[in-house]
Nanobody
């Protein structure tokens, strides 16, 4: 069992940067995949970035080259560094953990990018 809490969202101008953090209530070493999803009003929730316990990562094509996901097992955190932000990045961002047959979600944090 794990609880996830996101932080770091806010309002930023296009071209700016934000760093999102996901704090887990216990060790994430045994959790196979940690990920960030996002959902804009009226849109489907989409996968933004994911990282495995082995350190392999993948990204949505729309954010590749601009976002970086990482995990710190010592601090039980997963971060999403977002650079060169665009208005279309505006959404609620959710932290996600998946292992075996289990899935956990954070409460979400709002990211708004103005033009």
């Amino acid at each position: 069992q794990v609880q996830l809490v996101e932080s770091g969202g806010g309002l930023v101008q296009a071209g700016g940067s934000l760093r999102l953090s996901c704090a887990a209530s216990r060790s994430i070493l045994s959790i196979n995949t940690m990920a960030w999803y996002r959902q804009a009003p009226g849109k489907q929730r989409e996968l933004v970035a994911a990282i495995t316990s082995g350190g392999s990562s993948n990204y949505a094509n729309s954010v590749k080259g601009r976002f970086t996901i990482s995990r710190d097992h010592a601090e039980n955190t997963v971060t999403l560094q977002m650079d060169s932000l665009k208005p279309e990045d505006t959404a609620v961002y959710y932290c996600n953990a998946r292992w075996l047959a289990y899935t956990a979600w954070g409460q979400g944090t709002q990211v708004t990018v103005s033009s």
